[in-house]
């Protein structure tokens, strides 16, 4: 069993937020692999897939984002389920829009929702998939930006990208994480070029 987090606020005003994009990659893999209805369970929404044989649980905290590894960790402690089979996908103000990067374990970055996650699981050993949102440039205009909606161009690279990760979604699950890394890495380089 796994538990495939997404990380956000809740509330339609949020829905589009740059710090939203870890909801909007988990909402991509439900779509893609058809996971039940969501429902109220573990201080989030909670559906269910079976993805080659294995049972996968997503889970979207309703916490606010600072607050995110309450959630996680209710969830986790339920279902027994360890960090190492945690994936945790979310927004990476270090990476350029729509650029996703994998690993497992390792700092926060500064990230509150993963802070979160990290204090209440007692562990930094979960996955994390790092969705690039580009920095504003200036420390002081971080905040306005991640809680600002994404532009069209933004979310024009970015839809591909997150259909693309869900579909890959049995390599990250069985371990084939440079396959995975190098096909969104070459759609993010299309992606990327300039219009002549």
Known sequence: MWLLVGLGNPGPQYARHRHNVGFLALEAVA????????????????????????????????????????????????FRI???????????????????RIKRGGGTAGHRGLESIARELGSRDFWRVRIGIGHPGRR??????VLSDLDVEERTRLEPVLETLAEGLPDLLAGRIDRLQQGLAELWRETSKAPS
């Open 140 to 145: 002081e205009r971080v905040v306005g930006w």
């Open 82 to 100: 360890p960090p190492e089979r945690i994936v945790v996908f979310h927004d990476e103000l270090d990476l350029p829009p729509a650029r996703v």
């Open 31 to 78: 779509r893609r692999w058809g996971a039940g209805g969501w429902r109220r369970r573990f201080r989030g929404e909670l559906a269910e897939l079976v993805l080659d044989g294995e049972k996968l649980l997503l889970l979207k905290p309703l916490t606010w984002m600072n607050e995110s590894g309450r959630a996680v960790a209710e969830a986790a402690r339920y």
